[in-house]
């Protein structure tokens, strides 16, 4: 049998079961039905807006210390957006924590 034959037939019998089982049929259809109508009113209710190019502080790893990766965490916990570039971004810069004690 040819590969196009077999799945037609595995889709007839799929279809065939689960046309005896009226409710849950109706429910596999409509479910992805109904999340892509959530999903367009989210889009069409908060349509997308132009924002500048965002540049966040950067932070310590673990690796670098458990003192320096805190304060990065604390001193940083809301997360601040800047238009330009920060210190710790200049090419050739590994990180700007040497002050950081």
């Known amino acids: 049998m040819a590969v196009g034959t077999q799945l037609w037939l595995l889709l007839w019998k799929n279809f065939t079961y689960r046309r005896r089982q009226r409710i849950q049929l109706?429910?596999?259809?409509?479910?992805?039905?109904?999340l892509f109508v959530i999903l367009?009113?989210?889009r069409r209710s908060h349509p997308p807006f132009?924002?500048?190019e965002c540049h966040f502080p950067n932070k310590a790893l673990p690796s670098a210390g458990?003192?320096?990766w805190l304060q990065g965490i604390v001193c940083n916990m809301n997360n601040p957006c800047f238009r330009y570039?920060?210190?710790g971004e200049?090419?050739?810069t590994v990180g700007n924590f040497e002050g950081s004690m």
Do not use: K, N, Y
């Open 85 to 87: 570039p920060t210190p």
């Open 50 to 52: 132009m924002q500048h």
């Open 40 to 42: 367009i009113s989210v």
């Open 90 to 92: 200049a090419p050739g």
């Open 26 to 34: 109706a429910i596999e259809l409509l479910w992805p039905l109904f």
């Open 66 to 68: 458990t003192l320096p």
